[in-house]
């Protein structure tokens, strides 16, 4: 088995909070980060196959093709976007790196038809990043 990582970045801004507490307890668990107006991030993103080599092609995925998947599902729905505002799973979900992951996860699973998505790994900063391994 190989394992296959490509790496996308983007950038998209957000905000926490939680309609059903207090402003002040969403100030309290939330911080600067409850800011309606919200703040941005850089991420980066590392999606990982898993699979055979092809001894056709000698590859385990056409990286070409999976460069398309990560711009088309997931790369021109979050880059330079308002997390909360502007992509449908985050109207009622806190846009976390840890939702966010998921929710990425949801998005290419489906799509990729060679090997299996193995892994997605985001970076919100350089010091913290989210493993997401599917359900």
Same mark, same amino acid.
């Given at each position: 088995m190989i394992y296959l990582t490509r790496r996308a970045e983007f950038s998209a801004s957000h905000f *926490? #909070?939680?309609p059903d507490w207090s402003p002040e307890q969403n100030r309290r668990v939330f911080g600067?980060? +409850?800011n309606? *107006? !919200? #703040? !941005? #991030? +850089? %991420?980066?993103?590392?999606?990982?196959?898993? !699979?055979? &080599?092809d001894? /056709?092609?000698g590859m385990v995925v056409d990286l070409k093709q999976l460069k398309e998947i990560l711009e088309r599902e997931?790369?021109?729905l979050f880059d330079h976007r308002f997390l909360n505002k502007e992509v449908p799973a985050f109207a009622t979900r806190n846009p976390t790196t840890e939702n966010i992951a998921v929710e990425i996860w $949801?998005?290419?699973?489906? $799509?990729? +038809?060679f090997g299996k998505? %193995?892994? &997605?790994?985001? %970076?919100?900063?350089?010091? /913290?990043f989210v493993d997401y391994y599917g359900e």
């Open positions: *926490y #909070h939680n600067k980060c +409850n309606p *107006y !919200g #703040h !941005g #991030h +850089n %991420y980066t993103l590392e999606v990982t196959v898993v !699979g055979d &080599v001894p /056709l092609t997931v790369l021109d $949801k998005l290419l699973e489906p $799509k990729i +038809n998505l %193995y892994r &997605v790994r985001l %970076y919100e900063t350089s010091d /913290l």
